[in-house]
């Protein structure tokens, strides 16, 4: 299974994601190390980020207004953020706060030559804390 998202589709860095019904994943085109809330690297680019929760499979929304803490994440506002639980991921899916086990789960992505991508959505993976390090570079 694959969902073939033309070039216009694809959110420019810091703009608001793209999320596709039909693949339920989120489209996050990362700025640089944007997201990567751990510390471990990224150079930014493309991140199919499957919108199930890890925890117990709600249905992650972006939450643009959320603001993180002041304590760790001052003036980052913007995150995933599972309605059921509370679970919090960055834009990159990596869970900062909650009851998942894991961050989000992403999914095979890669970039034609015109521009477009393709996300495969039946190749996920497991969310882990170098979900940043899998962002796919791209110059739309
Ligand atoms: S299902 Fe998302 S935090 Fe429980």
Same mark, same amino acid.
């Given at each position: 299974?694959?969902?073939?998202? +033309?070039?216009?589709?694809? +959110?420019?860095?810091? %703009?608001?994601?793209?999320?596709?019904?039909?693949?339920?994943?989120?489209?996050?085109?990362l700025?640089?190390?944007?997201?990567?809330?751990?510390?471990?690297?990224?150079t930014?680019?493309?991140l %199919?980020? *499957?919108?199930?929760?890890?925890?117990l499979?709600?249905?992650? +929304?972006?939450?643009?207004?959320? $603001?993180?803490s $002041?304590?760790n994440?001052?003036?980052?506002?913007?995150?995933?953020?599972? !309605?059921?639980?509370?679970?919090? *991921?960055s834009?990159?899916?990596?869970?900062?706060?909650?009851?998942? +086990?894991r !961050?989000?789960?992403?999914?095979l992505?890669?970039?034609?030559?015109d521009?477009?991508?393709?996300?495969?959505?039946?190749?996920?993976?497991?969310?882990?804390?170098?979900?940043?390090?899998?962002?796919?570079? *791209?110059?739309?």
């Amino acid at each position: 299974m694959s969902s073939r998202l +033309p070039r216009p589709a694809c +959110p420019s860095p810091r %703009a608001p994601r793209n999320a596709s019904p039909d693949g339920k994943f989120w489209l996050v085109n990362l700025a640089g190390a944007e997201g990567d809330v751990l510390g471990i690297g990224g150079t930014g680019g493309l991140l %199919a980020l *499957y919108w199930k929760c890890p925890h117990l499979g709600c249905t992650v +929304p972006w939450v643009p207004g959320f $603001q993180g803490s $002041q304590v760790n994440f001052p003036g980052v506002n913007g995150w995933f953020r599972c !309605p059921c639980h509370g679970s919090t *991921y960055s834009r990159a899916g990596v869970r900062v706060f909650g009851p998942a +086990p894991r !961050p989000m789960d992403t999914m095979l992505l890669s970039v034609n030559g015109d521009g477009s991508v393709n996300v495969n959505t039946g190749k996920i993976t497991g969310g882990a804390a170098d979900n940043p390090l899998r962002a796919v570079a *791209y110059n739309g």
